[in-house]
C-alpha cells in the first residue's frame, strides 16, 4: 500500500493554479491537489502525472496491513477522519495498441519492468472496496484536550494500519492540522520525550509548532525509537517566557499550517542516499543548543524531591 501527500507551495496562498497530481490508476483517474493525500492498495498499476510540472511529497510504502480508519472509542460516531470523505475514481480505460508499454513493479524490495503492447489501464468497470482512494485533509475534524494537558498524537489520526498487537501501529498517519489551543495551566507545544515508536515528520506548509526554526515545508525528521526530542530552543524559550501571564491561557489558533507523522513500532533503517544527501541536516541537533530548566528546586544546589506526589499538584486536578 502507498500513501502519497503533496506539499503545498511556500507561502501558503491560493496561485492561480496549485500544482496537481494526475494519478492514473486501473480503477481510473485521480486528481490530486496539494493538501491531498492518496493511497494506492497493494498491486495496482499506477502512473503519476505533474500536468502543471515538477512537484514533491512524501510517500509511505508498508507491507503486511491495511490502511483502516482509527477506531473512535469514546469519541464515538463522529470525528476525525470521515469515511463519506474518502473519493474513489470512477471507471476509465483506453484500448489503444501502445506498443513498447513499460511497467515497473517492485517484487521482493527490487524494481523489475516488463514490457507490453497495451496499456494497463485496460479496465471498463469494477466494483468492490479493494480500490484505490484519495482525502482531502482539510476535511479532518480534529479532537484535543479543552482543558489542561497535551494530548497523545494519535488522537490526530487520519489512517492507521494495525498490527495484531492492539494498539500498536505498524503505521499511524497522524496530522497537524490547523486548530485551537485552548489548554490551561500547560506547556501547549509537543512535550519533550522519547517513545517507543519511531515517528518520521514531514511539513506540508506553514511552520511546525515545535519548531520555530530550520523545520521547512518539503523537509522531514525522523526520530527514532527512543530518541529524545521536543521543541526547539526557541518555541521553548518563547512558550516559557508566557507562562503565568494572560496568554498562556488564552485561546489562539494555528493557522496557515500542516504537518503530518508516520508513527511506527518499526525501526526504519535509513537508506544511503538519504545518508549521503547534501539536504541532510548535520546541525540538526543545534536546535536544542541553550536549553536551560525553568525549574526553581535546586537553584541553590540542592536536590529537588526525589519523589514527585500528588500533594505537590494543583488541588486543582
Ligand atoms: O515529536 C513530535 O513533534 C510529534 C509529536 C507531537 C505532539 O503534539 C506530541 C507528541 C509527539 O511525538
Ligand atoms: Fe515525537
Not at 479496465?123 to 484505490?132: D, E, I
Not at 494537558?149 to 494498539?167: E, I, M, Q, R, Y
Not at 519533550?192 to 521547512?216: P, Q, T, W
Not at 511506527?264 to 541553550?290: F, H, K, M, N, T
Amino acid at each position: 500500500m502507498r500513501l502519497l501527500q503533496r506539499r503545498r507551495r511556500l507561502p501558503h496562498r491560493a496561485t492561480a493554479r496549485d500544482p496537481e497530481l494526475l494519478i492514473t490508476t486501473e480503477c481510473g483517474k485521480m486528481l490530486v491537489p496539494p493538501g491531498e493525500i492518496v493511497v494506492i492498495p497493494q498491486g495496482f498499476r499506477f502512473a503519476v502525472d505533474l500536468p502543471d510540472g515538477p512537484s514533491r511529497g512524501y510517500v509511505s510504502e508498508i507491507f503486511g496491513a491495511h490502511f483502516q480508519l482509527p477506531d473512535l472509542g469514546p469519541i464515538g460516531a463522529n470525528g476525525l477522519a470521515s469515511a463519506r470523505d474518502f473519493l474513489s475514481p470512477t471507471a476509465w480505460y483506453e484500448q489503444a495498441h501502445r506498443p513498447g508499454y513499460v511497467i515497473v513493479q517492485k517484487y521482493g524490495g527490487e524494481l523489475f519492468t516488463a514490457t507490453q503492447d497495451f496499456s494497463p489501464f485496460n479496465v471498463v468497470a469494477w466494483h468492490g472496496n479493494y480500490v484505490p482512494y484519495k482525502y482531502d485533509l482539510s476535511k479532518f475534524c480534529p479532537f484535543n484536550t479543552v482543558l489542561f494537558d497535551h494530548a497523545d498524537p494519535s488522537v490526530n489520526t487520519v489512517l492507521t494500519a494495525p498490527t495484531d498487537k492492539p494498539g500498536v501501529a505498524l503505521l499511524d498517519f497522524v496530522i497537524f492540522p490547523p486548530r485551537w489551543l485552548v489548554a490551561e495551566n500547560t506547556f501547549r507545544p509537543p512535550y519533550y520525550h522519547r517513545n517507543c515508536m519511531s515517528e518520521f515528520m514531514g511539513l506540508i506548509y506553514g511552520v511546525y509548532e515545535a519548531k520555530a526554526d530550520g523545520f521547512l515545508p518539503g523537509g522531514a525528521s525522523l526520530h527514532s525509537c527512543m530518541t529524545p526530542h521536543g521543541p526547539d530552543t526557541k518555541t521553548y524559550e518563547a512558550t516559557i517566557s508566557k507562562l503565568g501571564g494572560p496568554e498562556a491561557n488564552t485561546p489562539t489558533r494555528l493557522s496557515g499550517t500542516l504537518a503530518f507523522m508516520f508513527e511506527s513500532a518499526l525501526i526504519p533503517r535509513v537508506c544511503r542516499w538519504a545518508l549521503e544527501s547534501p539536504s541532510r541536516d548535520l546541525d540538526y541537533y543545534q536546535c536544542w543548543i541553550g536549553l536551560k530548566s525553568h525549574f526553581s528546586h535546586g537553584k541553590d544546589g540542592s536536590d529537588g524531591p526525589a519523589t514527585t506526589s500528588s500533594d505537590d499538584k494543583d488541588g486543582e486536578k
